[in-house]
């Protein structure tokens, strides 16, 4: 029998046939759309005459353009996104989770809250970080444009296969680290691009340690490594997530199946000690530009080229800070919670323990937006709102991406300098000239707290963190 990594039984069990030229043709189980990455794949069938061959394979949801506060509507441009993504899913008969649907929020949320991943399946999402649904032992990966209207006729795309990665990480994490501490600690260990052309597995015990919102955290932001693929393998925890969701019903999956067999190779090997994490925040301007709280931001000294001299020196300019300044002692304008990294139940949890009879810092602006509105709603029942509004955060009652990408009326202005519970702390990210600081909900409420970036292990009398 082969031995083969979990990512090649994926692929595998998806292949359809060989092309010419080395890549494979893969049949897709489900694909996820938005209003944002839609509309010219929509436009391409209505040009060519084509219908979508598999409607219930499908799903739509309106997660990037849409305001999340209450009453709000969008703006012009939105709302026209929006209306053709309705028109379009009501002519070809795919399930829409629209504005004022109780299932709607972000995609990356919604699809693992409604059961509709399990083990062993192959999804597709004009969205990068559709890695997350890796988490499942499912292979899920960003597509164009072009891929999203193939995907709609055919049920298929054409697939390049990849070089296999595995990170393991080993090791019982301190208190006061997440699963957003671990990839991060990954993406700076590895570099940011550095898994270009690779699918990464992620495996040992601190890895196995995490629930599934955590491992859908760290498959989540793989892609921050360049990764076109993030995958744990299935196991009880697994298992257990996919149980007693609205389509669990409908899943039929094995999974003791999907796991890299034990002899399996890999191109590259990776490996992390967990007990050595720290609770992490990024500096600069990639995800891989990152530190342990208590550090000072690096010199031009610790550089060793000219090229990372130099992306030191456009990094600090962006972001006005100063070489070798104490990370904490960088104060923040706003807090953000939210985005498909950062905005389930159990984020929302580990930042309410944190901000529970606290008061969010003078100056600071305050934010939550719960990932979908099932995850509003269940926030609610155990009073999590209550505990955000009391301490100074502004409650959302709609869901959507918000100021993650700032595609909607939640932006940073120029110059201010944001804690972000997010996934990415590119310029201009979250505004025009905004300043992001990716770290855990957690460290984001400790930071709303203090006022500036600071430890959340300090804030450990409120629980464990």
Not at 384 to 397: C, H, M, Q, S, T
Request: charged share 20%.
């Amino acid at each position: 029998m082969t031995v083969r990594t979990l990512y090649n039984k994926l692929v595998d069990a998806h292949k359809v046939c060989d092309l010419p030229g080395g890549d494979i043709l893969v049949y897709v189980d489900f694909h996820i759309m938005n209003e944002y990455t839609s509309p010219q794949a929509f436009s391409g069938l209505e040009t060519k005459g084509l219908k979508v061959w598999r409607p219930g394979a499908h799903l739509a949801v309106v997660d990037h353009v849409n305001a999340t506060r209450k009453r709000e509507g969008p703006d012009e441009a939105s709302k026209l996104l929006i209306s053709n993504l309705t028109k379009n899913c009501e002519k070809h008969d795919i399930a829409l989770y629209g504005l004022g649907d109780p299932r709607q929020g972000i995609e990356h949320v919604v699809v693992p809250e409604q059961g509709l991943v399990a083990p062993g399946m192959l999804i597709a999402c004009g969205d990068s970080h559709t890695t997350t649904y890796g988490a499942y032992g499912a292979l899920g990966f960003g597509i164009g444009t072009s891929e999203v209207e193939h995907v709609l006729a055919s049920q298929t795309l054409r697939y390049q296969r990849l070089k296999s990665m595995r990170v393991t990480v080993d090791g019982k994490t301190a208190p006061g680290v997440t699963a957003k501490d671990i990839i991060m600690q990954v993406i700076k260990t590895v570099g940011a691009g550095a898994a270009n052309g690779y699918a990464v597995e992620f495996v040992g015990s601190t890895i196995h340690a995490q629930n599934m919102a955590g491992r859908m955290t760290i498959c989540n932001m793989a892609v921050e490594l360049g990764a076109r693929a993030a995958l744990i393998a299935a196991d009880d925890v697994t298992h257990a997530a996919c149980q007693g969701k609205a389509h669990s019903e409908h899943m039929d999956y094995d999974v003791a199946t999907w796991k890299s067999d034990t002899d399996a190779r890999f191109d590259h090997e990776v490996v992390i000690n967990g007990a050595d994490i720290s609770p992490l925040v990024s500096w600069g301007t990639s995800p891989d530009q990152t530190l342990p709280i208590g550090s000072k931001l690096p010199s031009e000294s610790d550089m060793p080229t000219p090229a990372a001299k130099q992306a030191l020196a456009r990094a600090l300019g962006y972001m006005g800070l100063s070489e070798g300044q104490p990370l904490a002692d960088i104060k923040i304008d706003r807090a953000f919670i939210g985005s498909c990294t950062n905005s389930r139940i159990e984020d929302l949890r580990s930042a309410a323990k944190i901000l529970d009879g606290r008061k969010v810092a003078e100056g600071v602006t305050a934010l939550i937006v719960p990932g979908s509105t099932a995850t509003r709603i269940h926030a609610e029942a155990e009073g999590l709102d209550k505990i955000f509004v009391a301490a100074g955060f502004e409650w959302r009652p709609e869901s959507g991406c918000s100021m993650c990408l700032a595609m909607n009326d939640d932006v940073a202005m120029d110059g201010e300098r944001v804690a972000s519970s997010t996934n990415r702390n590119f310029e201009g990210r979250q505004g025009r000239g905004a300043r992001t600081h990716l770290m855990s909900p957690a460290m984001v409420a400790a930071a709303a707290i203090a006022g500036h970036i600071t430890d959340v292990r300090d804030f450990a009398d409120k629980g464990d963190t």
